[in-house]
Each structure stands twice: as structure tokens, then as C-alpha cells.
């Protein structure tokens, strides 16, 4: 990581080493921007030092054409129904009573935590309201 940071921002001088976050981690992921993006992306204010990891792995990825990572979870999220969906399809036939009235209620209650959620977000309010129940298997 040391090695990758130093080729990429060795020379840079120090006013612009002064707009950098602190932490290697962070530091690595930035140094792999090509340095004319590195050296745009310091200007315009979007490196900075207080970028955090989370949002220096999502600069990488936009500027390097990669999903990021809450485009990534987006995908996860459609697969994992649609894996769920099937396996609901293919089984709910062999289930017995009882399986699909527990299915039934937690499947009820995940829909209420979504509508939930989406409620929540759209508030708009500022507060952060997070809200879970844990589902009855």
C-alpha cells in the first residue's frame, strides 16, 4: 500500500498533500486515480481531509468506471429476490400449513419495514429514524 501511495503522491508539494485525508487506507484508494484526476479532484474540493473510505472507494469507482459501492448493493438486493422469488416458486408447493403462514406474516412484516423505510426517507426532516423488526421465521 505504502509503495502504491508513494508512486502515485510522492511528489506532490505541499500545499496539495495538505488537502489529503489522513489514513492509509484512504490514501491508497485515492492513489489509484491517475494523478491529473488526483490533482482535479483536490482542486474542486471532492478530496479533501476529512474523505472518508467509504467515499474515497466511491470516487475511485466513478472515475475509473466501476460500479460503487451502493450501486453494488442495489444489484445484491434485486438478485437476492429474485433468487427468493425462485425458490418461492419452486417449493411453496411442498410447504405445509404452518410454513406458509409463517412465511406469510414475515414476508407481511418485511413489507411494512419497507413501506417504513420509504416513509421515512421522503420525511425529509433531517432526523435520522431507524426502524426494525426483526422478522418470525
Do not use: C
Not at 484512504?26 to 479533501?48: K, M, N, P, S, V
Not at 466511491?58 to 429476490?81: C, M
Not at 412465511?103 to 420525511?123: C, H, V
Amino acid at each position: 500500500m505504502l509503495a502504491v501511495i508513494g508512486d502515485q503522491m510522492g511528489g506532490l508539494d505541499s500545499q496539495t498533500s495538505a488537502n489529503l485525508p489522513r489514513g492509509w487506507n484512504i490514501l491508497y484508494q485515492l492513489a489509484r486515480l491517475d494523478r491529473q484526476t488526483l490533482h482535479q479532484l483536490i482542486q474542486e474540493g471532492f478530496i479533501h481531509p476529512k474523505l472518508t473510505l467509504r467515499q474515497a472507494k466511491d470516487l475511485v469507482a466513478e472515475f475509473s468506471g466501476k460500479p460503487t459501492a451502493a450501486q453494488n448493493r442495489k444489484a445484491n438486493v434485486r438478485e437476492q429476490l429474485r433468487r427468493f422469488a425462485e425458490f418461492v416458486h419452486n417449493t411453496v408447493g411442498d410447504w405445509e400449513i404452518e410454513e406458509r403462514e409463517s412465511a406469510r406474516k414475515t414476508l407481511t412484516e418485511l413489507i411494512d419495514q419497507i413501506d417504513s423505510a420509504g416513509r421515512i426517507a421522503r420525511m425529509g426532516n433531517g432526523r435520522t429514524l431507524t426502524v426494525f423488526t426483526k422478522p418470525r421465521l
